[in-house]
């Protein structure tokens, strides 16, 4: 039985039109939303999602998105200036399921999904303990150039209490401008450093076997974040992340987007610690300590994130020793820098400037630069080597200037 059936509806001024793909996995959703300039919002994309609830038996009993009745589609709209766009789907009476989008300026932003479900229902939640309606809000914000169709081939994962949700091949775009849906993409990170495989062509003729090229890692973004205490900025720090995780036999590029991460944190006379988190990172914590000779480091890095297969990778380390600086200054390194924290996961910044302690006006003092940045070390030591070669030469000459015009002496 397909999980979805959709029927075409019609509503106020706008022709909605859904339909059912998905021969293999029958998770696949289209709606295009339509009025009389054309197509306003446009979304195609697979999904399934299971629910958990707690039985009258003490026991938790789950639900899945193919289980549910067909979907609906009533409610959704375009939006426009003054109103949010959106999408709602209805499973029968006692699953619901929304998406909001706003637009900002140049760009529009999809807002959290809202899933909501009746354990009132015994008929979908058979053997439930009544909750009522309980509502699932997932925190993710997509930001897209307006013009510009979100595509996102990758698997996210939502695990949000007691429900998770799966989402692959999304294509979906909003406040469409002028009727058609456009051909530029906005590719979600998920995507974009996805190490591709160039497939082998089996050709009559014999070829050189291709190998498969890794699109190599862009750089991430360089974030800005920082903790207050009450009024006054307490930790600062700027940089760019780059999380490689090695559980799997290929490694695990993630690299960190400023703009969808949260931070928050907390000072300390001894110890400060900034938590970035976003739709993907639970947590992950930089925590720094002073040590005796006025002096910080990072000591401990804890991560807890989801991985693309669905699995909670976590890892603690409060042995570390990086990032060492006098009290009263930052710490600086332009250069990529490797944060072994475990032997399955290292963090690489660039472009780092932190300073834990001693902020004042919530500004950087002066930094500490690491080693890696010191050209500057070298150059005495070419010219110490190139002077020193010089006096060797010097003194050589003179010697053998000195011999000849003592030999000179002597034939006279
Ligand atoms: C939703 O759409 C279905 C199918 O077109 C229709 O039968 C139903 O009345 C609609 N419900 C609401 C609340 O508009
Ligand atoms: C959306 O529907 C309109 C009108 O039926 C059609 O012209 C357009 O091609 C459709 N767009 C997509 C992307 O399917
Ligand atoms: C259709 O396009 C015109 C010109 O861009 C715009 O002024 C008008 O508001 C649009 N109509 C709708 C219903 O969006
Ligand atoms: C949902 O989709 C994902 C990705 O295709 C798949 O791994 C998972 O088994 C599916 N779950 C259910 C309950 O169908
Ligand atoms: C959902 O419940 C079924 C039995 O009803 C069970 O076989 C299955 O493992 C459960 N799924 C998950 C993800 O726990
Ligand atoms: C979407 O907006 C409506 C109001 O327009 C609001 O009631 C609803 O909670 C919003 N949904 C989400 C997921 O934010
Ligand atoms: C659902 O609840 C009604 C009363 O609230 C009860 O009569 C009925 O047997 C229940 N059905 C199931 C399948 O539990
Ligand atoms: C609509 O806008 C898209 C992207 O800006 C452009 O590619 C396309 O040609 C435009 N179509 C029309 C009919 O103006
Ligand atoms: C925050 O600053 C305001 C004005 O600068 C001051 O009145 C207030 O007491 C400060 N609050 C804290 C918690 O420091
Ligand atoms: C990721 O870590 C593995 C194992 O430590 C290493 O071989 C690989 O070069 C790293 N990749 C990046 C981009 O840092
Ligand atoms: C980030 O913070 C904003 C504002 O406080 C909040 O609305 C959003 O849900 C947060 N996002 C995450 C991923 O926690
Ligand atoms: C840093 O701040 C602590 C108290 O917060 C203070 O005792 C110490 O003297 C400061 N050190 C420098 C170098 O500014």
Known sequence: MM????????????????????????????LNLTNSNGTCLFAKWEMNFTIFYETTDKTFKNVTSSELPSV???????????????????????????????KEASDYFIDSILLSYNTSDNTTFPGAVDKGSVAVESSQRFKIPLNDIFRCNSLLILNVSSVVQHYW?????????????????????????????????HTTVPSPTATPTPTP????????????NGNTTCLLATMGLQLNITEE????????????????????????????????????????????????????????????????????NNNLSFWDAPLG??????????????TTFQINTFNLKVQPF???????????ECSLDDDTILIPIIVGAGLSGLIIVIVIAYLIGRRKSYAGYQTL
């Open 3 to 30: 999980p979805f059936r959709l029927s075409p509806v019609s509503g106020s001024g706008l022709i909605l039109f859904c339909l059912l793909l998905g021969a293999v996995q029958s998770s696949a959703l289209e």
């Open 72 to 102: 609906t589609y009533n409610g959704s709209s375009c939006g426009d200036d003054q109103n949010s766009a959106k999408i709602v789907l209805q499973f029968g009476s006692a699953v619901s399921w929304n998406v909001n989008f706003t």
């Open 169 to 201: 091949d999304i294509h979906v775009q909003a406040f469409v401008q002028n009727g058609t849906v456009s051909k530029n993409e906005y590719v979600c990170e998920e995507d974009r450093f996805v190490t591709t495989v160039v497939p082998i062509i």
């Open 217 to 228: 890692t862009p750089i991430p973004k360089v974030g800005n974040y920082s903790v207050t």
């Open 249 to 316: 036999k290929v490694p695990f590029i993630f690299n960190i987007n400023p703009t969808t991460t949260n931070f928050t944190g907390s000072c300390h006379p001894q110890t400060a610690q900034l938590r970035l988190n976003n739709s993907q990172i639970k947590y992950l914590d930089f925590i720094f300590a002073v040590k005796s000779e006025n002096r910080f480091y990072l000591k401990e890095v804890n991560v807890s994130m989801l991985l693309a297969n669905g699995s909670v990778f976590s890892v603690a």
């Open 329 to 342: 200054s930052s710490y600086m390194c332009n250069k990529e820098q490797v944060i072994s924290v475990s």
């Open 358 to 368: 001693n902020v004042t006006k919530g500004k950087y003092s002066t930094a500490q």
